[in-house]
Each structure stands twice: as structure tokens, then as C-alpha cells.
């Protein structure tokens, strides 16, 4: 396991310390997994998109 250190203003700290009920590091973690996954999926969607043959349903739909 690698160890970060970060700097956070005071206030953001303590409203850090407060949500994460004890355990910083795994509820910054958890944040930090999620933020990773939302942008993973947001570039597929993205992809998708790009590459989407939009003429497939019209076809599909007008037989």
C-alpha cells in the first residue's frame, strides 16, 4: 500500500475527519475509486456515443 499525504485547508479537514467516522484514509479511498469509475464511464459513454451508428433504429424501426 502506498501512503499520500495531502494538504487540505482547516475547515475541509475537519468536515473530512467528521464524514469519514474514524477512518480518513479508506473514506478518501472510497471517494477517490468513485470519482475514477464516474470518469471511466463518462469516456466510454462518450465513446459510444462517437461511434454509435445512429442510422441502425431508424432503419430498424421503419421496416
Known sequence: MTRLTIAVPDELA??????AGGNVSAWIADL???A???QEAAAVARFEAE?????????????
Open 51 to 63: 461511434q454509435a451508428d445512429r442510422t441502425w433504429d431508424l432503419d430498424r424501426w421503419a421496416a
Open 36 to 38: 475514477l469509475l464516474r
Open 14 to 19: 475537519d468536515k473530512i475527519k467528521a464524514a
Open 32 to 34: 477517490a475509486r468513485d
